[in-house]
């Protein structure tokens, strides 16, 4: 069975830092690209980063340069780092891997990790 855990959201302020997790497990991780989705409330979801299996990284314009994303193939886990966030960082953080085993909305993906940034 498929499992992708996300973990180490939270509220911080601006101008602060988390380090996103997705644990993976039920996949062929290390040869899987991965992808973080965010979904802020009213809004479409959107993906933030992409790292393939060879670790070629892709961010969104809004991103660049304050996120980053990374692998640990031996612990199957998926990283966002993110730095110098904004308020308009908020939002819930997904993971999945691409092509997606994670399907439909973001309700039927899981609870996501929390992200909200305060002014």
């Known amino acids: 069975q498929v499992q992708l855990v996300e973990s180490g959201g939270g509220l911080v302020q601006a101008g602060g830092s988390l380090r996103l997790s997705c644990a993976a497990s039920g996949i062929f991780f290390s040869i899987s690209a991965m992808v973080w989705y965010r979904q802020a409330p009213g809004k479409q979801r959107e993906l933030v980063a992409r790292?393939?299996?060879?670790?070629?990284?892709y961010y969104v314009d809004s991103v660049k340069g304050r996120f980053t994303i990374s692998r640990d193939n031996a612990k199957n886990t998926v990283y966002l780092q993110m730095n110098s966030l904004k308020p308009e960082d908020t939002a819930v953080y997904y993971c999945n891997t691409d092509p997606p085993v994670r399907l439909g909305s973001s309700d039927d993906w899981g609870q996501g990790t929390q992200v909200t940034v305060s002014s």
């Open positions: 790292i393939s299996s060879g670790s070629i990284t």
